[in-house]
């Protein structure tokens, strides 16, 4: 499933953000697209998104830490 929900509207409506104050929303909104399904986004702040989604991957067991340091008992 593809989702673009990348400084849409309702966010803005939500946290009364302009278009460029929506990256915590579109975070938000992109980890709850995954949670329900989504394996595709298309968004504008490309970097942070990815971050919040292999965080996500990694806390739901899909995704391998890339340098694991912590916790390796």
């Known amino acids: 499933m593809l989702t673009a929900v990348s400084n849409k509207d309702f966010i803005g409506e939500v946290t009364d953000c302009p278009p460029g104050g929506r990256l915590g929303g579109t975070l938000a909104a992109v980890v709850m697209c995954i949670l329900q399904g989504s394996r595709i986004v298309r968004v ?3 970097e942070p998104v990815i971050s919040a ?11 391998q830490p890339v340098a694991p340091v912590h916790n390796l008992v």
């Open 44 to 46: 504008h702040n490309v």
């Open 53 to 63: 989604v292999r965080t996500t991957e990694a806390v739901l067991g899909w995704r």
